[in-house]
Nanobody, 123 residues
Framework: VQLQACGGGLVQPGGSLRLSCAAS????????MGWYRQAPGKQRELVAT???????YYSDSVKGRFTISRDNAKDTVYLQMESLKPEDTAVYYC??????????????????WGQGTLVTVSS
């Protein structure tokens, strides 16, 4: 499985961007897709996750500004980012994984990571 992320770019503070990440093939359900980010000189951190059933989690730093969603038919996850701040500047990575043993048996190379897409928030 390969994950292809896109949608990054340069945006002014207060602006919006939408990231997307598509899997290269159909994925069994009972998985979790998520977005992580890594700013220069910092460790990679969790931004948001969404289960195949639609349950979401957000880090405190993005809660209320970012919205994660997914289209199971397209095996694609999205991250709508609003009210962007300079501190949101980072490379954003998507991730596919599952806590289910049976799922991981079918996907022994999990977790899968996308290649990263750069988001720069600057005036």
């Amino acid at each position: 499985v390969q994950l292809q992320a896109c949608g990054g770019g340069l945006v002014q503070p207060g602006g919006s961007l939408r990231l997307s990440c598509a899997a290269s093939r159909s994925i069994f359900r009972f998985n979790i897709m998520g977005w992580y980010r890594q700013a220069p000189g910092k460790q990679r951190e969790l931004v948001a996750t969404i289960t195949s059933g639609g349950s979401t989690y957000y880090s405190d730093s993005v809660k209320g500004r970012f919205t994660i969603s997914r289209d199971n038919a397209k095996d694609t996850v999205y991250l709508q980012m609003e009210s962007l701040k300079p501190e949101d500047t980072a490379v954003y990575y998507c991730k596919l994984d599952s806590p289910k043993t049976l799922w991981r048996t079918n996907y022994p190379d999990a977790p899968y990571w996308g290649q990263g897409t750069l988001v720069t928030v600057s005036s």
